[in-house]
C-alpha cells in the first residue's frame, strides 16, 4: 500500500469530474485505498470525512471487505454506488475474516457460504467492525502523511509541525513572504532547522527549489558604510575613541565575509529572464536567502546565460540596456557562458 496510485494511469491532462468518475467505476483496483479515499472525498467535500462521523452512515465512504481464499495483488476491488452520496468501497485488506484475518477459516467458508445463498447479515455485521478499523488506520495515515489529506499539505497536523520547527508557526497571513515560504518549504526542513547553517545546505535549497544549476562563492569581501552616529570623535563631546577598542579610522571598514556570491546556470533565456526584475524567481530568491541567511546577510546575484540562447537586439521589442542586450552577438571572444550580469542585493529591495 506504499504507491500512492499505479504508475499506468498517470495522465498530465487534467480529468473532469465525470470522467474521473468514470475511471473510478471501471478501474478502481488501480487505485491504492488512502489515494482513492482523498478521491471521493474532493468529489463530495461537504460529507464527513472518513472515521471522523459520530455514525458510519453519515460519513462520505463506507467500507466494505471482500472475502475470498487467497493473496490479493491490489489494496482495492471495486467501487460500488460511486454516484451516490456515501460511496461504497470493497477492499482487501484488514479483514476480520478471510485467509489475513484473525477468525478462523471455518468462520470465513461459512461466511462465504451464507453470501452464495444471498444472506449477507453475518458479513454485513464484521463490515460494521471492518468499517471501522479501517477508518482508524486511515486517520493514522491521515495525520502523519502530508499527501493523504484531503486540505493542503500545510495545513495537516504534519504540515504545522513542520511549519513551526521552520519558525513559520505563526505567521501574518498578509505577509508578502508567504508567497514563496509555502508549502515548498516543508521539504527543505531538515536543511532550515539547523542552527548551523551552511553554504553547501544553501545550495542544495536554492538548486532544488529553482531546478537550475547553483554555486556559492563564500568571503566575498565588502566595504561596511559606519553609521554616522557610530563614528569615531575626539574633543569634548567624543565618542567610540578608545585606541584597540572603538575607535575606527574613516566612515567605513573592509569586511572579508560580508558577503557571498551566488552563481545560477547556464540558464536558457526564459530562465535568465525570470530572474531579472519583476521576474517570479527574482523575488524568490531575495527572500529564500533572506529567510534561511538571515536579514542582514549581503549576497550578489551572477546569473551565466548559455551563449547559444543570447538574444538578437532588435529596437522596438523591449530589450532592457546591461540586462537583455548583447552587442556583437557573434564574436569570437565569447566563452561558453556569459558571466557579465552581476546583481548585489541593492537591487533587489522589493518588499
Same mark, same amino acid.
Given at each position: 500500500?506504499?504507491?500512492?496510485?499505479?504508475?499506468?494511469?498517470?495522465?498530465?491532462?487534467?480529468?473532469?469530474?465525470?470522467?474521473?468518475?468514470?475511471?473510478?467505476?471501471?478501474?478502481?483496483?488501480?487505485?491504492?485505498?488512502?489515494?482513492?479515499?482523498?478521491?471521493?472525498?474532493?468529489?463530495?467535500?461537504?460529507?464527513?470525512?472518513?472515521?471522523?462521523?459520530?455514525?458510519?452512515?453519515?460519513?462520505?465512504?463506507?467500507?466494505?471487505?471482500?472475502?475470498?481464499?487467497?493473496?490479493?495483488?491490489?489494496?482495492?476491488?471495486?467501487?460500488?454506488?460511486?454516484?451516490?452520496?456515501?460511496?461504497?468501497?470493497?477492499?482487501?485488506?484488514?479483514?476480520?475474516?478471510?485467509?489475513?484475518?484473525?477468525?478462523?477459516?471455518?468462520?470465513?467458508?461459512?461466511?462465504?457460504?451464507?453470501?452464495?445463498?444471498?444472506?449477507?447479515?453475518?458479513?454485513?455485521?464484521?463490515?460494521?467492525?471492518?468499517?471501522?478499523?479501517?477508518?482508524?488506520?486511515?486517520?493514522?495515515?491521515?495525520?502523519?502523511?502530508?499527501? &493523504?489529506?484531503?486540505?493542503?499539505?500545510?495545513?495537516?497536523?504534519?504540515?504545522?509541525?513542520?511549519?513551526?520547527?521552520?519558525?513559520?508557526?505563526?505567521?501574518?497571513?498578509?505577509?508578502?513572504?508567504?508567497?514563496?515560504?509555502?508549502?515548498?518549504?516543508?521539504?527543505?526542513?531538515?536543511?532550515?532547522?539547523?542552527?548551523?547553517?551552511?553554504?553547501?545546505?544553501?545550495?542544495?535549497?536554492?538548486?532544488?527549489?529553482?531546478?537550475?544549476?547553483?554555486?556559492?562563492?563564500?568571503?566575498?569581501?565588502?566595504? &561596511?558604510?559606519?553609521?554616522?552616529?557610530?563614528?569615531?570623535?575626539?574633543?569634548?563631546?567624543?565618542?567610540?575613541?578608545?585606541?584597540?577598542?572603538?575607535?575606527?579610522?574613516?566612515?567605513?571598514?573592509?569586511?572579508?565575509?560580508?558577503?557571498?556570491?551566488?552563481?545560477?546556470?547556464?540558464?536558457?533565456?526564459?530562465?535568465?529572464?525570470?530572474?531579472?526584475?519583476?521576474?517570479?524567481?527574482?523575488?524568490?530568491?531575495?527572500?529564500? &536567502?533572506?529567510?534561511?541567511?538571515?536579514?542582514?546577510?549581503?549576497?550578489?546575484?551572477?546569473?551565466?546565460?548559455?551563449?547559444?540562447?543570447?538574444?538578437?537586439?532588435?529596437?522596438?521589442?523591449?530589450?532592457?540596456?546591461?540586462?537583455?542586450?548583447?552587442?556583437?552577438?557573434?564574436?569570437?571572444?565569447?566563452?561558453?557562458?556569459?558571466?557579465?550580469?552581476?546583481?548585489?542585493?541593492?537591487?533587489?529591495?522589493?518588499?
Amino acid at each position: 500500500m506504499e504507491n500512492m496510485a499505479r504508475t499506468r494511469r498517470r495522465t498530465d491532462t487534467p480529468l473532469k469530474k465525470r470522467s474521473l468518475i468514470g475511471l473510478l467505476s471501471q478501474e478502481a483496483d488501480q487505485f491504492e485505498f488512502h489515494a482513492l479515499v482523498k478521491i471521493l472525498e474532493c468529489l463530495n467535500p461537504e460529507a464527513t470525512p472518513l472515521g471522523e462521523g459520530h455514525h458510519p452512515h453519515t460519513e462520505s465512504i463506507r467500507i466494505k471487505t471482500h472475502l475470498e481464499f487467497g493473496f490479493q495483488t491490489t489494496d482495492v476491488v471495486g467501487v460500488e454506488e460511486i454516484e451516490s452520496p456515501q460511496p461504497i468501497i470493497k477492499t482487501n485488506f484488514l479483514n476480520l475474516a478471510g485467509i489475513q484475518g484473525p477468525l478462523p477459516t471455518p468462520y470465513t467458508q461459512m461466511v462465504m457460504d451464507r453470501d452464495r445463498q444471498k444472506d449477507t447479515a453475518l458479513h454485513s455485521f464484521l463490515d460494521i467492525f471492518n468499517h471501522r478499523l479501517i477508518s482508524l488506520l486511515h486517520r493514522i495515515r491521515k495525520k502523519y502523511w502530508v499527501g &493523504v489529506a484531503a486540505n493542503p499539505p500545510e495545513d495537516t497536523f504534519m504540515g504545522r509541525m513542520l511549519r513551526s520547527i521552520l519558525g513559520l508557526g505563526v505567521v501574518n497571513k498578509k505577509d508578502r513572504r508567504l508567497q514563496v515560504l509555502n508549502r515548498s518549504l516543508l521539504f527543505y526542513t531538515g536543511l532550515i532547522w539547523q542552527q548551523r547553517r551552511s553554504v553547501v545546505a544553501l545550495e542544495k535549497l536554492l538548486r532544488n527549489y529553482f531546478n537550475v544549476p547553483v554555486k556559492i562563492d563564500q568571503f566575498q569581501g565588502a566595504w &561596511v558604510k559606519v553609521p554616522l552616529d557610530q563614528q569615531t570623535k575626539i574633543g569634548d563631546d567624543g565618542q567610540f575613541n578608545r585606541l584597540g577598542e572603538t575607535a575606527i579610522l574613516g566612515d567605513r571598514f573592509w569586511e572579508q565575509q560580508q558577503s557571498i556570491k551566488i552563481h545560477v546556470g547556464p540558464l536558457g533565456i526564459k530562465g535568465y529572464i525570470n530572474f531579472l526584475k519583476p521576474g517570479k524567481a527574482y523575488s524568490a530568491l531575495k527572500i529564500l &536567502v533572506a529567510f534561511f541567511c538571515g536579514e542582514d546577510q549581503d549576497f550578489h546575484l551572477n546569473l551565466i546565460l548559455k551563449k547559444e540562447e543570447v538574444p538578437l537586439v532588435k529596437l522596438g521589442q523591449g530589450i532592457a540596456l546591461h540586462w537583455t542586450s548583447w552587442l556583437n552577438r557573434k564574436s569570437t571572444e565569447w566563452t561558453k557562458d556569459d558571466h557579465q550580469n552581476t546583481m548585489n542585493k541593492k537591487a533587489f529591495k522589493i518588499l
